[in-house]
């Protein structure tokens, strides 16, 4: 079946640092990888998304890679801040039938 | 700030009671989700519409209902509330051409007693 997995662990990163999280999947093959970020009780922000044909994507301190081969993308934040502490979701879009689907986040603490 | 709204954001009901989620957009957006969600597990789609008249099925199993009458509203409707069904309830909606990313509500926090 399709998985999606992402650092179940939370992630404690110093305040300035790259914080760098991790979404690999299985038995899927997406068109489209999003990123989106979640505060707790809140609805999810949606934040990038990257093609299957491009291989990295910038916006502002956030930085999105993807690569079909190891079927992993990687969610940059440089300098980072403590108003980045958030839960941090990948979903997948496969183009075909119209869901998406999404992992179960991984939480980062950006440590002042 | 997406103008995606949901009400009530929280509720508190006792088991075998009929209740209605609201949803409402303005962006016109044509496609609108339904996901359930507990803490620290993944969004499970229950419903989705492509627009007015079309309601589908997710994949989650589920025991609520939704309807489509017009563009900006997308309620869901639980005929007899169980305590199986507490948990967070995210409405979203997005653009009909792709890519389609999502944007969400607020959310309602439903317990049932």
């Known amino acids: 079946s399709q998985k999606i997995e992402q650092n179940s662990e939370a992630l404690n990163i110093q305040e300035g640092k790259t914080a760098t999280l991790t979404c690999n999947y299985t038995n899927y093959s997406p068109a489209y990888l999003q990123w989106y970020r979640q505060d707790p009780g809140r609805g999810p922000v949606f934040l990038l998304l990257?093609?299957?044909?491009?291989k990295e994507k910038r916006k502002e301190r956030l930085k999105v890679t993807f690569d079909t081969t190891l079927k992993q993308s990687l969610f940059h934040i440089t300098a980072s801040q403590p108003a980045d502490s958030a839960t941090y979701l990948c979903?997948?879009?496969?183009?075909?039938?119209?869901?998406?689907?999404f992992g179960k986040g991984t939480r980062l603490h950006i440590l002042p | 700030e997406a103008d995606i709204y949901q009400t009530p954001r929280y509720l508190v009901i006792g088991t075998g009671k009929k209740i209605t989620l609201e949803c409402s957009q303005t962006m016109g957006h044509d496609k609108m989700y339904w996901y359930q969600q507990d803490p620290g597990m993944e969004l499970h789609l229950i419903h989705y519409?492509?627009?007015?008249?079309?309601?589908e099925k997710g994949d989650l199993s589920s025991e609520s209902t939704v309807s489509r009458i017009r563009t900006e509203h997308f309620p869901l409707t639980l005929e007899s509330a169980r305590p199986s069904h507490t948990s967070q309830y995210l409405c979203?909606?997005?653009?009909?051409?792709?890519?389609?990313?999502?944007?969400f509500g607020p959310g309602t926090r439903l317990t049932v007693t």
């Open positions: 979203a909606s997005s653009e009909l051409r792709l890519p389609g990313e999502q944007y």
């Open positions: 979903a997948l879009d496969n183009h075909r039938d119209d869901k998406i689907i």
């Open positions: 519409s492509y627009g007015v008249n079309s309601t």
């Open positions: 990257i093609r299957e044909n491009e």
